[in-house]
């Protein structure tokens, strides 16, 4: 089975990771969408128009599965995109919001998200749905990934900018964040210092691979091979995405075109 795994760019890498780490070892295709990115300004219509022709791709390339790593896909396309497709879909979202619920002392849980996922609500709705009695603050880093997707994961200019997330939340005293875009747990070590003490940090990444692990049949039968396709600038995704992730498969170059059935994306 090959598994298909999205994201507006680096981003899902951090679940890929997750995936690999748990040796699941089916072939996988990663699609960075780097063409789109950021996904977090776009609307839901627009965003389902391009997730529906990454998943059409992914579905005739052969995926079985296909992974939604990234948050905002999750909280605006998914259940629309779970009715389409016949392969089983697994977002990052309800994972992350189940881990958050289960782990928090108090119930008083901050999320760091893009400002579609912020306005979805979709966090409040599923942390609430497994605890109802959580508060839940959710918080729009806008400029969080695309620091991220330029490699920037240190120094003032990213200190600052996890500084200006962490202030509204310092006032609402959770003791649980969730890294509600699949591009920030690349700033975990940066962001870490930051913290107040006893702030538990939730990366939906490791439940959405364990997700994943229940529907694999092959785990530890060897490395996976894992192939990159990307829309956009292939040469910035390289030269980051080796920097975070340095298992980095093969990259190919995809395009999305526009036909009189709508978009949709072809080898380039
Ligand atoms: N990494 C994505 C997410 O989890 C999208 C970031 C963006 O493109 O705005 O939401």
């Not at 990771?17 to 072939?27: G, H, T």
């Not at 990234?70 to 998914?78: E, F, I, K």
């Not at 400002?115 to 959710?138: D, F, G, H, M």
Request: glycine share 8%; proline share 5%; net charge negative.
């Amino acid at each position: 089975m090959t598994i298909g795994l999205f994201d507006s760019g680096v981003g899902g890498l951090s679940v890929l990771r997750r995936v690999r780490d748990l040796k699941i070892s089916e072939d996988c295709l990663y699609f960075a969408d780097t063409l789109h990115m950021p996904y977090g300004s776009r609307s839901s219509a627009e965003l389902r128009e391009i997730v529906f022709a990454i998943c059409d791709f992914l579905v005739a390339e052969g995926c079985r599965l296909i992974v939604m790593a990234c948050n905002t896909s999750s909280a605006l396309v998914l259940p629309l995109a779970r009715a389409r497709y016949k392969v089983p879909l697994i977002g990052v979202l309800e994972p992350g919001a189940r881990a958050a619920a289960e782990v928090s002392r108090t119930g008083a849980i901050g999320v760091w998200a893009t400002l579609a996922t912020t306005r979805s609500q979709a966090y409040e709705k599923s942390i609430l749905a497994y605890r109802p009695e959580a508060r839940v603050s959710t918080q729009a880093c806008g400029e969080l990934a695309p620091l991220v997707e330029q490699g920037e994961l240190c120094g003032p200019i990213v200190e600052q900018a996890l500084a200006a997330c962490l202030l509204p939340l310092l006032d609402q005293v959770v003791d649980t964040l969730v890294l509600g875009c699949t591009h920030y747990p690349f700033l975990l070590e940066t962001l870490t210092p930051l913290l107040p003490p006893g702030v538990t940090v939730v990366d939906p990444a490791y439940q959405a691979a364990a997700a994943v692990a229940s529907h694999s049949t092959e785990i530890h039968r060897g490395q996976g091979h894992t192939t990159c396709l990307v829309s956009g600038s292939g040469d910035n995704f390289l030269r980051v995405a080796r920097g975070l992730w340095p298992d980095i498969g093969e990259t190919k170059e995809v395009r999305f075109a526009r036909g009189s059935d709508g978009l949709r994306v072809e080898m380039s």
